[in-house]
């Protein structure tokens, strides 16, 4: 009997909403087997597409995510088959290829089946790997292991569909090219391997927090799929703090995200924000992460000190009663950690809440000449607010214009331009 177009229609949400959850681990099992990410990803294409012909036919499975690593292992079998001599890898399996039927189909279901967590981290590691570029780390990581199109990826931050593809391309010849182990690092390689994760994850995360570019100051999805992946890796690496500080560290900053914009689109600056609608379970969530990674010794982590910092934000009930003389401790012992421009623009924004914004102002004068930052937009935006605390309304106009100028976000420009008219009244 021929499916209805409703019925049809229903199959497909169906499936698109059990890729977005399976297709990690599926990719995951099936590159143990065949030890190329690419191939990988290939074969449960393979199986999405079955699953595509056939389920609006038969119906969804009671387990889809078992019928999917099923069909996506038969394709492998059959292609082992096809192709036992094209490398050493398969010339092993193919010995094992000679023993045909049911009891070799059933020895691949329990290397399959074993493990599914390695499997997972195996592909975290794989796709964050140092060897690829930044940019193809992430969408090689939003596309295998947050389930998303090249489209929806492309569209999240703003680049045309084709050069996204070329990068998952690319990502994926370098990891063959490279011939990038299927494994996750030991020793001493664990630790940068590591901090490629996270780097990644975090900037998937940042992208959704303050969108870089476009007309929306918040891509929510995107800081899902980081708290997707996040919370995925703690359960992978219980033992590792920093993957806690950054589940911390996202958890508490997620929380605000309902605050953040007015029903109309435009953004709410941190102390203007209804603390009634921050999500207090995501705000609890954080400081249990925190507090598990610093029981581990991570409270100096790189993660775990920005969630300090959130932390003070989440447990202030109001704006008034935000520790910033703690905060700006956090952000010297984070320049320490990491000794960047950026964290002395956030130290300095502590410093002038906790102290006036003169004391804030001269530590920001201090970075005007600094390379790195002669084109970020926060600099002028921070000094701005500064002069205009201090009653100097028109130098605080021009470095709200300046800051407007710089910033690719629409939204952002617009609060920034509106900044700027408001401080002509000074």
């Known amino acids: ?25 599926l990719i995951a099992g099936l590159a143990r087997l065949v030890r190329d990410v690419g191939l990988a990803e290939e074969l449960a294409q393979d199986a999405l597409v079955a699953a595509l012909e056939q389920w609006p036919e038969s119906g969804v499975p009671d387990n889809p995510g078992a019928w999917l690593m099923a069909t996506g292992k038969r394709r492998a079998i059959d292609l082992f088959r096809r192709n036992r001599r094209l490398e050493r890898k398969q010339q092993e399996i193919g ?3 000679e023993i045909q039927g049911e009891g070799f189909e059933h020895d691949i279901d329990t290397r399959l089946d074993d493990d599914i967590g390695d499997d997972l981290l195996r592909l975290v590691f794989t796709a964050c790997h140092p060897v690829l570029s930044t940019e193809a780390r992430v969408a090689l990581t939003l596309r295998m292991l947050g389930g998303l199109t090249t489209d929806e990826i492309a569209r999240a931050f703003l680049v045309p569909e084709a050069t996204v593809a070329q990068r998952i391309v690319r990502a994926k010849k370098t990891l063959a090219k490279k011939k990038i182990p299927f494994e996750v690092p030991s020793g001493a390689e664990l630790a ?8 990644v994850i975090y900037l998937i995360f940042n992208e959704g927090y303050s969108a870089t570019a476009g007309d929306d100051w918040l891509r929510p999805a995107l800081c899902e799929d980081a708290l997707r992946l996040g919370r995925i890796l703690a359960g992978l690496a219980p033992n590792e703090p920093e993957v806690h500080g950054l589940v911390a560290l996202m958890e508490i900053q ?37 507090e598990r990674a610093e029981k581990l010794d991570g409270a100096s982590g790189l993660y775990a000190l920005q969630a300090a910092i959130a932390a003070c934000h989440g447990r202030a009930r109001t704006a008034a009663e935000t520790d910033w003389e703690r905060i700006a401790d956090l952000y010297g012992t984070l320049a320490k950690v990491a000794d960047s421009p950026v964290v002395e623009l956030n130290r300095a924004v502590a410093i002038s809440m906790a102290f006036g914004p003169a004391a804030g102002l001269e530590l920001v004068d201090k970075l005007t000449s600094e390379p790195s930052l002669e084109n970020y937009h926060l600099l002028p935006s921070v000094r701005g607010d500064f002069l205009l605390k201090l009653g100097r309304g028109e130098e605080a106009r021009a470095e709200f214009e300046r800051a407007a100028s710089l910033t690719r976000n629409s939204r952002e420009r617009d609060l920034l331009l509106e900044r700027a008219r408001t401080a002509e009244a000074y």
Not at 2 to 25: F, G, L, N, Q, Y
Not at 277 to 290: P, Q, T, Y
């Open 1 to 25: 009997m021929t499916a209805s177009p409703t019925e049809r229609s229903k199959a497909a949400k169906a499936i698109d909403a059990v890729w977005r959850i399976e297709s990690p681990r």
């Open 95 to 97: 010995r094992e290829l």
């Open 192 to 199: 940068p391997r590591l901090s490629s994760v996270l780097e």
């Open 254 to 290: 997620a929380s605000r995200s309902k605050a953040r914009v007015s029903p109309t689109g435009e953004p709410i600056l941190l102390l203007d924000q209804n603390r009634g609608r921050w999500d207090h379970l995501l705000i609890r969530r954080g400081l249990k992460a925190l």
